[in-house]
Structure formats: structure tokens, C-alpha cells
């Protein structure tokens, strides 16, 4: 009984192009990943602290975390993630790691977890400057384990929480530019929040991809399609 071969898609030929070059990156120095900026919420630098996101393990535990929503105008495979913090006192520092996690989204809040990343370290902790009221304030990136695939016109959230001992507190800085709108748990219970988060996102962009990936397709279509010689047999599988 022959077996129907499974088609490949330009989709899938994309997808796997985008994560393999995105693997290659380092190997090759950078040079094969370019990186363009999905979306962007920048601080907003009217107001220095921010909202608490914090597992501090040495008092409240897992309590504060603060989210934001963000939607796409066309899919995206995030490989970075840049966000703005803050210190409440001047005795900063001791993040231990951060905990990244995409969330899906249930009537305006965030529900199911996605994806989750682990990173260990302070995410390139940057110093920006002093923003008032005791405040200090710090630039975050990091480049995730794997990639988060995220679908156009789809909402989904983002939370960042730093494992650190308080004092001090850390939040996570106001932005602008999105929809006035993030969450915070406290807690078990989480709601929503008028104002934005200060983060951005970015996706691989190979400078050679749309080539590889239109030559890929040509030859995949002109091997599944070469013509038969009249005294060709089958071979099991083909149509």
C-alpha cells in the first residue's frame, strides 16, 4: 500500500530556515541573523518607578509580577526581548535571574502560560540613570533559549520578574505607545492596570532568507514534479 508523502509548505520551509539560521547566529559571529524590532513600547519618562514584579526568596516569596499586552500585525519569531526597570533604593543589584514568560489572553487578562524562560543572570543589567524619588534606573535584554512564535492579530501577554532579595524592590518602568493597558498579580489575584510597560520585541531577520527560502521552494516543487521517462517504474510512495 503506498504512503502519501506529507506536503511541505512555504511555512514550513520558513519556519525551519528562520530557526536554523537562528541557531547558526552565534556560530557564525552574528553575521547570518540580523534582527529587526517587532514591537516597541518606549519608557515613559514622566514617571520613574513603575509597577513591582519580584520573587524575593528572602521575605514575600513569589507575590508581585506585572504583565503587558501586546498584538502583532504580522507573524513574528521573538528572539529577543528588551525591557525598563527600576530600583526603589539605592542599594541595587543581586538579580540572581529573571523568569520571561508569554501568556495567552482570557477576557482582557492574562491566562494560560505559553511559553516560559529561565534566564539566568541580571539580562545585561544597564545602568540608565536616576529618575527621582530615590529611584535608579536600568536598561534589561536578553536573547531567548528557543523562539516564541507569535501569530498576527492575536493578544498575548508578557511578563518579566526578577529573583532578588528585598530590599530592594524592583519595578518594572511605565511605557507608552501601546494600549493604556497592562495587569499585575498580587498574590493570587491578578487585575488590570490604566498604563503601559516599557518593553520591546524582536525577530531574526536573515538578510538571505527570502533567497534560500525561494530557492528551496523551486527545487522541492521541481523534484516532486520531474517527469517520468517511459521506462521509469515508480517507486513505492510516488504518485
Same mark, same amino acid.
Given at each position: 500500500?503506498?504512503?502519501?508523502?506529507?506536503?511541505?509548505?512555504?511555512?514550513?520551509?520558513?519556519?525551519?530556515?528562520?530557526?536554523?539560521?537562528?541557531?547558526?547566529?552565534?556560530?557564525? !559571529?552574528?553575521?547570518? @541573523?540580523?534582527?529587526?524590532?517587532?514591537?516597541?513600547?518606549?519608557?515613559?519618562?514622566?514617571?520613574?518607578?513603575?509597577?513591582?514584579?519580584?520573587?524575593?526568596? =528572602?521575605?514575600?516569596?513569589?507575590?508581585? &509580577?506585572?504583565?503587558?499586552?501586546?498584538?502583532?500585525?504580522? +507573524?513574528?519569531?521573538?528572539?529577543? @526581548?528588551?525591557?525598563?526597570?527600576?530600583?526603589? /533604593?539605592?542599594?541595587? !543589584?543581586?538579580?540572581?535571574?529573571?523568569?520571561?514568560?508569554?501568556? %495567552? +489572553?482570557?477576557?482582557?487578562?492574562?491566562?494560560?502560560?505559553?511559553?516560559?524562560? +529561565?534566564?539566568?543572570? =541580571?539580562?545585561?543589567?544597564?545602568? @540608565?540613570?536616576?529618575?527621582?524619588? +530615590?529611584?535608579?534606573?536600568?536598561?534589561?535584554?536578553?536573547?531567548?533559549?528557543?523562539?516564541?512564535?507569535?501569530?498576527? /492579530?492575536?493578544?498575548?501577554?508578557?511578563?518579566?520578574?526578577?529573583?532578588? /532579595?528585598?530590599?530592594?524592590?524592583?519595578?518594572?518602568?511605565?511605557?507608552?505607545?501601546?494600549?493604556?493597558? %497592562?495587569?499585575?498579580?498580587?498574590?493570587?489575584?491578578?487585575?488590570?492596570?490604566?498604563?503601559?510597560?516599557?518593553?520591546?520585541?524582536?525577530?531574526?531577520?536573515?538578510?538571505?532568507?527570502?533567497?534560500?527560502?525561494? !530557492?528551496?521552494?523551486?527545487?522541492?516543487?521541481?523534484?516532486?514534479?520531474?517527469?517520468?521517462?517511459?521506462?521509469?517504474?515508480? &517507486?513505492?510512495?510516488?504518485?
Amino acid at each position: 500500500m503506498n504512503a502519501r508523502r506529507p506536503a511541505v509548505t512555504a511555512l514550513m520551509v520558513h519556519g525551519m530556515m528562520i530557526a536554523a539560521l537562528w541557531m547558526l547566529g552565534p556560530i557564525w !559571529g552574528g553575521a547570518a @541573523v540580523a534582527y529587526t524590532v517587532v514591537y516597541k513600547q518606549p519608557v515613559d519618562v514622566r514617571f520613574p518607578g513603575g509597577y513591582s514584579s519580584q520573587n524575593a526568596p =528572602n521575605s514575600f516569596g513569589d507575590f508581585l &509580577q506585572a504583565f503587558d499586552d501586546f498584538t502583532l500585525t504580522k +507573524d513574528a519569531s521573538i528572539s529577543e @526581548v528588551e525591557w525598563e526597570g527600576s530600583y526603589s /533604593d539605592v542599594s541595587i !543589584g543581586g538579580i540572581s535571574r529573571f523568569k520571561v514568560t508569554f501568556w %495567552s +489572553d482570557i477576557a482582557g487578562l492574562p491566562g494560560n502560560a505559553l511559553q516560559t524562560f +529561565d534566564i539566568a543572570g =541580571n539580562a545585561s543589567e544597564q545602568f @540608565v540613570g536616576g529618575g527621582g524619588n +530615590d529611584f535608579i534606573e536600568f536598561h534589561y535584554a536578553t536573547r531567548l533559549p528557543s523562539l516564541f512564535l507569535a501569530s498576527a /492579530d492575536t493578544t498575548y501577554w508578557l511578563s518579566v520578574q526578577p529573583t532578588l /532579595d528585598f530590599p530592594p524592590q524592583w519595578f518594572w518602568r511605565d511605557g507608552t505607545g501601546g494600549d493604556n493597558r %497592562s495587569a499585575e498579580r498580587i498574590g493570587s489575584d491578578t487585575s488590570q492596570v490604566i498604563t503601559d510597560r516599557a518593553f520591546s520585541l524582536s525577530a531574526p531577520e536573515p538578510p538571505t532568507l527570502a533567497l534560500f527560502a525561494t !530557492g528551496s521552494i523551486v527545487l522541492l516543487v521541481a523534484t516532486r514534479r520531474r517527469p517520468k521517462r517511459a521506462n521509469e517504474i515508480p &517507486q513505492p510512495g510516488e504518485i
